[in-house]
């Protein structure tokens, strides 16, 4: 979006209460909960920061997207799972300790692969003559507003956890509203080019969103990890954050409106999918014997 007081301010802010909810909700056990789930945070943040990568890169030259929606792609792509994640994995049945870690983890790790992928997926569709460089002094500028709200979050919880619990819920509305903002102010400010955009964008958001929640799922559990753990990568990985993508596509770092529509595009189209993606593994466990699961 281009840089006036009501982007520049509101995106910002959005973020921040976006990642001051994910922090209300994260220990440092979350981090140390590594070393319990190896296996299954391992293949989680490869198929996350490896695999997706990939199949958003095949399927915006499949497609043929213009290159500045191909880059708006790739950025949500590189982004991480969205705390949003969390909740639809419990209602799935999902390990929801496992999406807290994975959540917690990805979103350091991020402070690396996102400018790296994004930055290989601007030379790549937009040419080095271009690419919009990625000033390093604004990406700490973004992941400040990322980790600082939830290094605050945490230490809330911390020291106040019961204030916490009750204030994560509100902090969640909340944060659903500012996304629902932030959304409509993309879509807005494209509105002349919304359909064109739709129809560019549209359905490669679709097959995208998709083929996340596949990867999430089917690769876990062809290496055998067991079935609420593949439930709870699936949703990790087919449910990004978006506000953040947003928020780095607009001017408070690459002032490109283009590059927000697909994570806006993605946003509106996720919450359906993760719900039906939810039902069908449900269905799908509940007609099938029962089994031991594997230790990771």
């Given at each position: 979006m281009e840089s006036n007081a009501l982007t520049a301010v509101l995106l910002p802010i959005a973020l921040a209460i976006v990642m001051l909810g994910l922090g209300l909700t994260l220990v440092i056990e979350d981090f140390r909960r590594v070393v319990v789930y190896p296996k299954a945070v391992l293949v989680g943040l490869v198929c996350q920061t490896v695999l997706l990568p990939l199949v958003c890169f095949s399927i915006a030259r499949g497609f043929g997207l213009a290159p500045e929606l191909a880059v708006g792609l790739m950025l949500?792509?590189?982004?991480?799972?969205?705390?949003?994640?969390?909740?639809?994995?419990?209602?799935?049945?999902?390990d929801v300790a496992l999406n807290i870690t994975l959540t917690a983890v990805n979103s350091v790790l991020s402070l690396l692969?996102?400018?790296?992928?994004?930055?290989?997926?601007?030379?790549?569709?937009?040419?080095?003559?271009?690419?919009?460089?990625?000033?390093?002094?604004?990406?700490?500028?973004?992941?400040?507003?990322?980790?600082?709200?939830?290094?605050?979050?945490?230490?809330?919880?911390?020291?106040?956890?019961?204030?916490?619990?009750?204030?994560?819920?509100?902090?969640?509305?909340?944060?659903?509203?500012v996304l629902f903002l932030v959304i409509a102010g993309a879509v807005l400010k494209e509105k002349a080019n919304m359909a064109d955009f739709f129809r560019q964008v549209g359905i490669p958001a679709l097959i995208f969103n998709l083929a996340s929640m596949a990867v999430g799922y089917f690769v876990p559990r062809l290496l055998r990890i067991e079935e609420r753990q593949a439930i709870a990568i699936g949703m990790e990985i087919g449910i990004h954050n978006g506000t953040l993508a947003i928020a780095i596509a607009g001017p408070t770092l690459l002032n490109n409106s283009t590059m927000a529509i697909p994570p806006a595009i993605y946003s509106l189209i996720m919450f359906f999918t993760a719900a039906a993606f939810g039902w069908v593994v449900n269905r799908r466990r509940e007609g099938a014997p029962a089994q031991q699961p594997e230790a990771a």
């Open positions: 949500l792509a590189a982004s991480p799972g969205g705390a949003t994640a969390n909740l639809f994995s419990h209602l799935a049945k999902g692969t996102l400018p790296l992928i994004v930055g290989l997926a601007m030379e790549a569709f937009m040419g080095a003559g271009q690419a919009i460089p990625m000033q390093p002094s604004k990406v700490l500028q973004v992941f400040a507003i990322v980790l600082i709200p939830v290094g605050i979050g945490m230490a809330i919880r911390a020291k106040a956890p019961g204030f916490a619990e009750r204030s994560a819920k509100a902090v969640r509305i909340l944060s659903a509203l």
